[in-house]
């Protein structure tokens, strides 16, 4: 059965906002008569957003510990809803939840591999000992490879924050989670020299914008599956910055400019989904608050997600 998951964790961001573009995206379906997210096969993971309120101790990891209880409760209902072998279209806040969502695959599937492809202008490589931010965000696909990255360390972070660092990679008793060899970025441009040090180091793949325009959006995505042809499991995560700031919108916390256009973003995600193996795809960051346009990033995130649920309804 095919799930919709909401979560609307916006703790790890540095801008705020991104908390309302999950229901940004269904009012634009509910605007258009859209018959996605009906009420029956949408289930909303809780949230720590309260924490915003509050003063923050944790300067390399803002909040951190609130993001370790939205680690448990996304990663747990991850797990459930994939042990029930439901295809998950995931429609979150800020990116930091997919290292959660990463977590609850592994949980559910412990012996297999899992090939994850990450759609993003960002690398997402940063830890408490490497960030400039202290924004979490930027952390999940550390966080999911178990990467400290001492070797480019900047800050000394507190007791209390390595410890809840600590509990963040070790969600659901499994780390690391990803290989490096498993994973796959098309889009990012803007990896901060600590990220670039990761990417180097480990030989991530990175298919640029420029790659995806010389190769063509399709190709690129097969190129992708193939390299995760050992992997028995695909997790497909999709941050809206990954799109071009003016060809699309703004409306997203940190958008770089020259990334994908809309088209070549949906033939991507529907080519890479067609894949037996892709049953749980994530949509991120769209922030309403940021949108010079309206509502037109959370349109646009509307039709790539109207694309992929067509997919994976009929393979
Ligand atoms: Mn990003």
Partial sequence: MLKYLIQKSEIGAGTRGSSLGPMAIRLAAAADENPLFRNQSVEEIPNENSALFEVDSTPHAKRIDQVVKVYQQHSDVIYRNMDMGNTLVILSADHASAGATIAGIRMAHPEKRLGVIWIDAHADLHSPFTTPSGNVHGMPLAISLAKDNLAMQRNNPSEQCCESWEELKNTGGISPKLNPTDLVFIGVRDAEREEAYIMNEDRIVNHK???????GAVETAHKSLEYLSECDLIYVSFDVDSMDPSMVSHGTGTPVKDGLSAKEAELILTTL????????VEFVEVNPLLDEKKNYMAETALLLVEASVNVLENK
């Avoid at 914008?209 to 190769?215: K, P, T």
């Avoid at 989904?273 to 749980?280: F, M, P, S």
């Fill in 273 to 280: 989904l067609k894949d037996e193996r892709a049953n749980c």
């Fill in 209 to 215: 914008v420029s790659d995806v325009r010389a190769a």
